[in-house]
């Protein structure tokens, strides 16, 4: 027996029950964390075995589950930062005492992540290395959901095999980088969708509002995004008219808890000390001043296969779709984040190189993922309106 209730209806209590997790976990109320997390996990059962999906789709979560269920996190980032503030949540019954958490686990970084995964196992009571990884994956649910959604049949299968190709062992080792791809990919599509496609408008803004705010509060690259899907609807709605005031004041305060995290966290480094400062604007001047810098940035991004394809994908079927609002929306966004991640290894305090070497592949997957990904779904489009 199926209950009655659609997709977007589906998608947006994901997102609600895992705002509301952070915000009772935030409060420290026991009874509400356990039932929240009951909830969740009821409505993950419900879309599993009784929500009319593609079976595939569900396979797919399915496998991913016990695949993180039955392996041990390794990744140092995963274990130093992510799953260790999992562990200062579980035992810290006033988690606003960032002062006191090692500097190595960067107590300034958004931690909405970490926050979710906690309810789980401050549910069960007892710690457990396996549960706020479990609970890290959990939030990939509602984008995978709506960008499911989107494709159908053989596209479907495409697209999960575009996200394993791409993000392969983040869906499984604990680290954010993964969920910021998947995140602003559904930020993108759905920019697009409310600027230049009114179908599901009211629907797509809530998912949009809901997607921004997870997006954001994950890590500083996601505020960046968000800041730039923001820009375009402030642009849309100057310039163009795409989109009324009300759809842009909601759009906007979707930002608003990741500055408000920003100014936070800006105040009590200055107070406690707690990091020293990853970039200095003498580093970008000195930097750019010296072309071989942009250079060694720019050979470090090239030497990622995955990116390469992506950009030729998208590039070879931009002059090929015929949907240009797309195309020039996805180029737009994705070369202003290209620039100011430049800008930000050129700013940066340690030896550039080994900064390069340690992160570089981890932040263009937004970008990797986002040109493929588009290019199938305008793909996808095009057939649809044959």
């Given at each position: 027996m199926y209950f009655k209730i659609n997709l977007s209806q589906l998608i947006i209590s994901f997102y609600f029950l895992i705002i509301l997790s952070c915000i009772t976990m935030l409060l420290n109320f026991e009874l509400l964390i356990i039932i929240n997390s009951l909830v969740f996990l009821f409505t993950l059962i419900y879309l599993i075995f009784f929500f009319r999906i593609n079976i595939i789709f569900k396979i797919f979560i399915f496998l991913l589950i016990l695949i993180n269920l039955s392996t041990i996190t390794t990744s140092w980032d995963a274990r130093s930062i992510w799953l260790f503030k999992t562990k200062i949540f579980f035992y810290e019954e006033n988690i606003f005492n960032f002062h006191k958490h090692p500097q190595f686990s960067h107590p300034t970084y958004p931690f909405i992540a970490p926050l979710f995964a906690s309810t789980f196992v401050k549910s069960l009571k007892f710690w457990n290395e396996i549960f706020p990884k479990i609970g890290i994956f959990f939030l990939y649910l509602p984008p995978l959901m709506f960008l499911s959604s989107k494709f159908k049949k053989n596209y479907l299968y495409a697209f999960l095999s575009i996200s394993l190709f791409v993000q392969g062992k983040y869906f499984i080792n604990g680290e954010i980088d993964g969920l910021i791809s998947i995140y602003f990919l559904t930020s993108l599509i759905l920019t697009y969708e409310i600027i230049f496609n009114k179908h599901d408008q009211k629907k797509n803004?809530?998912?949009?509002?809901?997607?921004?705010?997870?997006?954001?509060?994950?890590?500083?690259?996601?505020?960046?995004?968000?800041?730039?899907?923001?820009?375009?609807?402030?642009?849309?709605?100057?310039?163009?008219?795409?989109?009324?005031?009300?759809?842009?004041?909601?759009?906007?305060?979707?930002?608003?808890?990741?500055?408000?995290?920003?100014?936070?966290?800006?105040?009590?480094?200055?107070?406690?000390?707690?990091?020293?400062?990853?970039?200095?604007?003498?580093?970008?001047?000195?930097?750019?001043?010296?072309?071989?810098?942009?250079?060694?940035?720019?050979?470090?991004?090239?030497?990622?296969?995955?990116?390469?394809?992506?950009?030729?994908?998208?590039?070879?079927?931009?002059?090929?779709?015929?949907?240009?609002?797309?195309?020039?929306?996805?180029?737009?966004?994705?070369?202003?984040?290209?620039?100011?991640?430049?800008?930000?290894?050129?700013?940066?305090?340690?030896?550039?190189?080994?900064?390069?070497?340690?992160?570089?592949?981890?932040?263009?997957?937004?970008?990797?993922?986002?040109?493929?990904?588009?290019?199938?779904?305008?793909?996808?489009?095009?057939?649809?309106k044959k």
């Open positions: 803004i809530i998912i949009i509002f809901f997607n921004n705010i997870i997006l954001s509060l994950l890590k500083f690259e996601g505020t960046v995004l968000v800041l730039l899907t923001c820009f375009m609807f402030f642009i849309h709605f100057i310039f163009r008219k795409k989109i009324n005031s009300k759809t842009l004041v909601l759009i906007m305060l979707s930002v608003v808890p990741s500055i408000l995290w920003l100014l936070y966290s800006i105040k009590i480094n200055n107070v406690y000390q707690l990091n020293d400062s990853s970039f200095g604007l003498e580093n970008l001047i000195y930097r750019l001043n010296n072309f071989d810098n942009l250079m060694l940035i720019v050979s470090f991004f090239l030497s990622d296969e995955k990116f390469l394809l992506g950009i030729l994908l998208f590039f070879v079927f931009f002059f090929k779709t015929n949907n240009k609002d797309l195309n020039y929306l996805t180029l737009t966004i994705l070369s202003l984040y290209f620039i100011i991640l430049v800008m930000i290894y050129l700013s940066t305090n340690f030896d550039l190189s080994w900064h390069l070497q340690s992160s570089a592949n981890r932040v263009i997957k937004p970008l990797t993922l986002s040109f493929i990904v588009i290019t199938l779904y305008n793909i996808n489009l095009n057939k649809l």
